[in-house]
């Protein structure tokens, strides 16, 4: 059975930096696209960014790039999401999502638009002004 476990939110101030971990557990898929999703209060779910495994090649959402990072340490099945230059707009629950038969865009990034098969329980992000 599948598991991603989240950890690493918590309460920041803005222009703050927070890491959020995934620890991923219980599959045997070697390809995959992993990444992280989050929703904030009345909206809906997001991309934010997402890795593919078989050749690193990564997705950021528009409202992230050049802040956020995405990265994973295979030995550890972790993955890792660094967020720095925070926003109270970035404020949502964040949610690690994988997929072991994942779709592709043309440009051979993982696609986002479609519900991933496995999530983690999701960990909370609050950025202060």
């Known amino acids: 059975q599948v598991q991603l476990v989240e950890s690493g939110g918590g309460s920041v101030q803005a222009g703050g930096s927070l890491r959020l971990s995934c620890a991923a557990s219980?599959?045997?898929?070697?390809?995959?696209?992993m990444g992280w999703f989050r929703q904030a209060a009345g909206k809906e779910r997001e991309a934010v960014a997402v890795?593919?495994?078989?050749?690193?090649?990564?997705f950021y959402g528009d409202s992230v790039k050049g802040r956020f990072t995405i990265s994973q340490d295979n030995a550890k099945n972790t993955l890792y999401l660094q967020m720095n230059s925070l926003k109270p707009e970035d404020t949502a629950m964040y949610y690690c999502?994988?997929?072991?038969?994942?779709?592709?865009?043309?440009?051979?990034?993982?696609?986002?638009?479609?519900?991933?098969?496995?999530w983690g329980q999701g960990t909370q992000v609050t950025v202060s002004s």
């Open positions: 999502a994988a997929d072991s038969y994942p779709l592709f865009t043309r440009g051979g990034t993982c696609a986002v638009g479609y519900e991933y098969k496995y």
């Open positions: 219980g599959y045997t898929f070697s390809t995959y696209c």
């Open positions: 890795i593919y495994s078989g050749g690193g090649t990564t």
